[in-house]
């Protein structure tokens, strides 16, 4: 492992510049997916609660953000949109695209030419595409993942402001990237394990590198990292296959570290309650949890529990002492404290297919309040009431006229509802 330091005088500071209703970042507000309100309404379909839908040019996997009046979003065309004829891959062009929050119209759109060789869209990069890295923005401006393309930063009218190469690797499969950027005070924090094997801090007003901890091993993760404020400390959560560590934003170094059971692939992005790091994920199915206060390898000291369990590519939600998530069609819910399971229920279906490969669910529930909310990949989704049963508030039908892939995270803003498919955007709100 080699950490690279450029420079350390950035100062650091928990807030983004962004305000606090904003959800400018993938599952929103330091990564949490929760917020307290105020409610969003709890049933929508094409002709209900639906204030407005907009046709997006390209596919995508990435998650809507919310920054004041404009919604950010990626999406991809050229390459890959038909399965069994995707093209020549030369012809990728990434989008980011602003909207306004208030009617959906579209204010500008930056398009961003491939400019390496790309992974050939086959096997599990069929399921997600090239546009699987959410957006995060601040007052000024919005940071933007396009692959082998870069990190880009744009500002509110969508001028390029600046470019960095975060490296021109794949993971052993050759499955595509999909972490998404986050901000932590004056940085821009990326794992780029999958394009050059790095976990870096980017200064978000010039682009340039600060720092950048470098291992061969950082590869087969696409979890996004996840900040955490402990004490006096700030520190940023990051996995990998068999490893997770605390990083220091101010210069990249190793906090502490835990070897995690989590042998293959790391996508679900490290979830936090009262100083502890709660994980899951790989094709086994295993989960950890482990206080954040130590130092140097505390796999021995600090590791709370581990668990056999079946999750995929969301990231888990963390509402009062329990932890959910749904997979591959199936609801579940077990107890911070140990890992053990409090239920798993086989969520109702409208139509199909959600759930089993190839149609795996990828979003990750958020909550308003003590309401969850759980999109499955076929555009049915659920609004399920916390607690130590299964408490199934709504189920609502997928949108007339969208067939699409629904991989998407929401996004929550001001009692509004900002959903993402392939072909759409919408905004749904009682008001």
């Not at 042998?263 to 199915?285: E, F, P, Q, W």
């Not at 803003?413 to 900002?418: A, H, I, T």
């Amino acid at each position: 492992m080699k950490i690279v330091v450029v420079a350390t005088s950035l100062m650091m500071m928990s807030a983004t510049g962004a305000a606090a209703k904003d959800w400018s970042r993938f599952r929103g507000p330091n990564g949490t997916g929760a917020i307290a309100g105020p409610p969003v309404p709890l049933e929508w379909s094409s002709e209900k609660n639906l204030k407005w839908r907009t046709a997006l040019p390209g596919k995508g996997a990435s998650s809507p953000v919310v920054a004041g009046d404009r919604v950010y979003l990626t999406s991809y065309t050229g390459y890959g949109i038909v399965p069994g004829s995707p093209g020549r891959p030369e012809d990728l062009v990434r989008h980011v695209l602003a909207f306004d929050r208030a009617t959906g119209r579209e204010i500008w759109r930056a398009s961003i030419a491939s400019t390496a060789e790309e992974d050939r869209y086959q096997g599990f990069i069929t399921q997600h595409g090239y546009a699987s890295s959410t957006p995060a923005a601040d007052d000024q401006h919005v940071y933007a993942l396009l692959g082998k393309s870069g990190l880009f930063a744009f500002d509110r009218e969508g001028k390029q402001v600046w470019r960095i190469d975060l490296g021109q690797k794949s993971d052993p499969a050759r499955w595509g990237d999909g972490s998404s950027p986050i901000l932590v005070g004056d940085l821009v924090v990326v794992d780029a394990g999958i394009l050059g094997n790095q976990l870096v801090g980017i200064d978000k007003k010039t682009g340039k590198r600060v720092w950048a901890l470098e291992d061969p091993g950082f590869t087969n993760s696409w979890s996004t990292p996840t900040p955490l404020r402990l004490g006096d400390r700030t520190q940023v959560l990051f996995h990998v296959p068999h490893k997770v560590m605390g990083i220091d934003p101010h210069d990249g170094k190793l906090l502490w570290s835990a070897t995690s059971p989590l042998d293959d692939a790391t996508c679900g992005s490290i979830v936090t309650k009262d100083g502890n790091a709660y994980l899951m994920g790989s094709r086994a199915g295993h989960a950890m949890a482990v206080r954040c206060d130590g130092s140097g390898d505390v796999s021995t000291t600090h590791t709370l529990w581990k668990k056999r369990m079946r999750s995929g590519i969301c990231t888990p939600l963390v509402v009062g002492g329990n932890m959910y998530w749904g997979t591959n069609g199936v609801f579940r819910a077990v107890r911070l404290a140990s890992g053990d399971e409090i239920y798993k229920h086989r969520l109702p279906r409208l139509g199909g297919p959600t759930g089993g490969f190839p149609n795996a669910d990828y979003s990750s529930p958020i909550a308003v309040g003590d309401k969850i909310i759980q999109f499955t990949r076929n555009g049915e989704s659920y609004v399920i009431k916390a607690g130590d049963a299964f408490d199934l508030v709504a189920h609502n039908p997928a949108f007339s006229d969208d067939d699409s892939a629904f991989s998407a995270t929401p996004a929550v803003s001001d009692g509004e509802l900002f959903v993402r498919s392939e072909r759409f955007l919408y905004c749904i709100s009682s008001n």
